[in-house]
């Protein structure tokens, strides 16, 4: 009478533990769920603060791979704003750079040349006139506050780059590519200004410079410098070569 009944119990306990161990895994289910929850919400959280960092931009492509679909658009359209960030921010340091105060242009005098020479000077003449040479050959005078072309004046067969006047007596000092200086005084009795021969000669001026426009001029000290280099290194490979040859027929020798 006793047997059954201990099969009994050991079948109900048998049954209880069946009880007891078929929801562990249902917990465990439900145990997983927040986690995944918690770990997406700090992963999206975590791609929010580096939306605008240019340090970590490797970071996005790795989350949007272990997400979901929804997660990967959102990832997607993340990085999309990313690049779009950075592109604004370039723009606005570039317009910051166009921003930079410069001080403003209050006159412009035209009609001289500069292209052959490094150095051009301008100088004031008194108060009221400003006065430079060009690679015509010619000094250009103009009225300083309406910058209208008023003299020219032949002072050399090729270039005119030293322009000088007296800071007290109307003489002017100029000098170029000749072998001489000349000397300017206001010795004529009435104004003397060919306004045709001007005109030509600042057209002639302006389709020059725009020929010559990507010429870059260098001094001629400069290309003697220059070639002397050249030429000494062509010097050292040539006997760097001599050497070398020599080198290899005492090798020659020494085998025989």
Same mark, same amino acid.
């Given at each position: ?72 658009? @959102?990832?997607?359209?993340? $990085?999309?704003?990313?690049? %779009?960030?950075?592109? &604004?921010?370039?723009?606005?340091? #570039?317009? !910051? ?36 040479? @060009?690679?015509?050959?010619? $000094?250009?005078?103009?009225? %300083?506050?309406?910058? &209208?072309?008023?003299?020219?004046? #032949?002072? !050399? ?46 057209? %002639? ?52």
């Amino acid at each position: 009478g006793k047997e059954p009944g201990t099969s009994d119990q050991t079948s109900t306990e048998s049954a209880a533990n069946q009880h007891t161990t078929n929801p562990e895994p249902q917990s465990q289910t439900e145990a997983i769920g927040p986690l995944a929850h918690e770990e997406t919400s700090a992963r999206d959280s975590a791609l929010q603060d580096t939306d605008d960092s240019d340090d970590d931009p490797v970071l996005i492509p790795g989350a949007r791979y272990r997400a979901g679909p929804g997660d990967r658009r @959102s990832a997607v359209a993340r $990085i999309q704003e990313f690049f %779009r960030r950075r592109k &604004e921010r370039k723009e606005m340091e #570039e317009l !910051d750079t166009l921003n930079i105060r410069r001080p403003l242009v209050k006159m412009v005098y035209k009609g001289h040349r500069n292209s052959r020479t490094m150095i051009k000077e301008a100088n004031f003449w008194g108060a009221n006139f400003v006065m430079s040479g @060009s690679d015509c050959g010619h $000094i250009f005078i103009w009225d %300083r506050h309406t910058a &209208e072309h008023l003299m020219l004046l #032949e002072a !050399d067969n090729h270039v005119v780059n030293c322009l000088q006047p007296h800071p007290f007596d109307p003489i002017l000092a100029s000098s170029g590519i000749d072998y001489d200086i000349k000397i300017w005084s206001p010795l004529e009795e009435s104004r003397i200004f060919n306004r045709k021969l001007a005109d030509e000669v600042i057209t %002639r001026n302006e389709l020059m410079l725009e020929e010559t426009r990507n010429t870059i001029t260098v001094p001629a000290s400069f290309m003697l410098r220059m070639l002397a280099s050249l030429n000494h290194i062509r010097a050292d490979r040539s006997e760097g070569d001599r050497s070398e040859g020599s080198g290899q027929e005492n090798e020659d020798e020494d085998e025989e």
